[in-house]
């Protein structure tokens, strides 16, 4: 089991301290020394006052900050939660993600997902209701252009013509993709796209306001990964080698005092059983030290115990 933590940037307005570089740096060498796999920034250039107002949150670039942290980190690998696809044109995102697989020594992962917030797309100018096929022709455009010279792509939003974008990515044949949303839509482009799915929790009422399937338990969880392993089977892929990054529902929250290791490291092996591979750990950020404080006392209480 590898885990992975998004960087504790959660209110708005954000603790100053969290978005300087010293606490970025603090905060990635902090989960580098408590045994981390990775670190994970969201994805939010053009929130809304209103999303901010009802409970949303400040982000950096994620391009920026984890190739500001990978300089400063030395194995920690680094996945955006998530890149939501349709912002940015793809061969723009090709050139971010091979230089910072790059530059990293191969530590990146590229994480998407189609996004739910209608006035960020407006604020961008992309079509909402395109947002599905914005990402589906988008990964085509990325593997094609990680993995060969005098490109060319012919589809709905995207045409070009002889590309090849040199320096190519570290890691071969690609860095790995991995596709964010708790839907069948979601698995299925993982089946045929991608080599890894990042669900997240979320009961009823948040899936509604992030515009995807509720998961909120580990039997939903599971149903999930069956009808993964399933969808990877009908396209004739090897689905043990597909990677799942979930919440471990058990054990309480990190840093709110109620926090049982014991109770999480079994929730752990009930993940494993059912074919998790990556935890996503919440770290709260209420405050540089005490997101520090709370990296510390997991890595002691079960990244060693694991």
């Known amino acids: 089991m590898r885990f992975a933590f998004t960087y504790p940037i959660i209110t708005h307005p954000c603790d100053p301290e969290l978005v300087s570089p010293h606490g970025v740096t603090a905060v990635a060498r902090a989960a580098e020394a408590a045994g981390f796999d990775a670190m994970s920034f969201t994805d939010h250039p053009a929130p809304t006052q209103r999303w901010l107002d009802a409970g949303g949150h400040d982000s950096l670039d994620p391009f920026v900050a ?63 209701d395109e947002r599905t096929e914005l990402v589906e022709e988008s990964l085509d455009v990325i593997r094609a252009v990680w993995t060969g010279d005098d490109v060319s792509f012919e589809g709905r939003h995207f045409r070009a013509r002889g590309i090849t974008a040199h320096p190519r990515p570290t890691t071969s044949p690609h860095p790995p993709i991995w596709i964010g949303g708790n839907t069948g839509k979601a698995r299925q482009r993982v089946a045929t796209r991608g080599d890894g799915w990042a669900p997240f929790a979320a009961p009823p009422g948040l899936a509604g306001t992030a515009r995807t399937a509720a ?37 309480g929250r990190l840093g709110d005092g109620n926090f049982v290791a014991s109770a999480y490291l079994d929730g752990l092996e009930h993940l494993a059983d059912a074919g998790v591979t990556w935890v996503q750990v919440a770290v709260p950020g209420g405050s540089l030290s005490q997101a520090i404080e709370a990296i510390t006392q997991f890595g002691e209480s079960v990244i060693q115990q694991v």
Do not use: Q
């Open 66 to 128: 984890m190739g500001f942290a990978a300089a400063h980190t030395r194995a920690l690998r680094f996945i955006p939660n998530i890149v939501v696809l349709p912002y940015r044109n793809p061969f723009v995102v090709a050139k971010s993600g091979a230089t910072l697989d790059l530059l990293s020594g191969g530590r990146f992962t590229l994480a998407v997902g189609v996004g739910y917030l209608k006035g960020e797309f407006a604020a961008l100018g992309v079509d909402f």
């Open 215 to 251: 998961m909120d338990s580990l039997d939903a969880l599971a149903a999930g990964i069956a009808d993964l392993r399933r969808r990877c089977e009908e396209a004739g892929r090897d689905w043990t080698a597909i990677d799942v990054c979930f919440s471990n529902l058990a054990g």
